[in-house]
């Protein structure tokens, strides 16, 4: 499955939950040391909050993937002006992710964009990406809806996000392997 848009996976007390865990978090490691990756963003895995929704989360994915997954663990994240998210595929064990939006503090659009054309192999930032990024699918996500996708199949990416300095959107992930 290329991309597909959920919207509403969690209840909305749990995405409030979930945001304001982030927001309080002191152990939000900053990933500015993987620029080709990720800019002006912050996050954890394995958040304790994000881990009694695995089992739930697990349950919907399967019904939509109809084989056997493996959860595999939770990445929350912070993303704040001029964040952005570099083209990539995830690595492997994270087969399939869910890609929820717990909290934004504008109404802002920033979609996450999936390659249309699947990546084979080895992930080589250096290579030239322009197949990839020529053709693809996104989706924005509001509060309380998520996307699906696999990964480590479509190659994925957000552009820069252009908000007020002390505006911010916050997402958790969720990840699993096929089995």
Same mark, same amino acid.
């Given at each position: ?14 995405? #409030?939950?979930?945001?304001? $865990? ?8 900053? =990933? ?6 990720? !800019? ?18 697990? =349950? #919907?994915?399967? *019904? ?17 002006? =001029?964040?952005?998210? !570099? ?9 399939? *992710? ?18 249309? @054309? ?7 930032? =250096? ?18 809806? $998520? ?13 820069? #996000? ?6 911010? $959107?916050?997402?958790?992930?969720? @990840?699993? *392997?096929?089995?």
């Amino acid at each position: 499955m290329l991309l597909k848009k959920l919207d509403t996976v969690l209840p909305n007390r749990v995405i #409030l939950e979930l945001a304001d $865990a982030i927001l309080m978090c002191p152990n939000l490691n900053d =990933e500015s040391g993987q620029p080709q990756y990720y !800019g002006n963003s912050a996050g954890i895995t394995n958040m304790e909050q994000t881990m009694p929704y695995v089992p739930e989360l697990t =349950e #919907l994915v399967k *019904t939509i993937y109809d084989r056997p997954i493996k959860f595999s663990n939770t990445y929350s994240r912070i993303y704040k002006n =001029e964040s952005y998210l !570099g083209i990539h595929i995830d690595r492997p064990g994270l087969d399939i *992710t869910m890609s929820i939006c717990v909290g934004k503090t504008a109404k802002m659009k920033w979609p996450l964009c999936v390659s249309l @054309h699947p990546w084979v192999g080895h992930w080589n930032p =250096e290579q030239n990406k322009d197949k990839w990024l020529d053709l693809y699918a996104s989706i924005n996500l509001n509060v309380g809806e $998520a996307g699906l996708m696999e990964g480590i199949i479509y190659p994925h990416w957000r552009d820069t #996000l252009i908000c007020n300095p002390d505006e911010y $959107a916050l997402y958790v992930f969720y @990840h699993w *392997t096929k089995e």
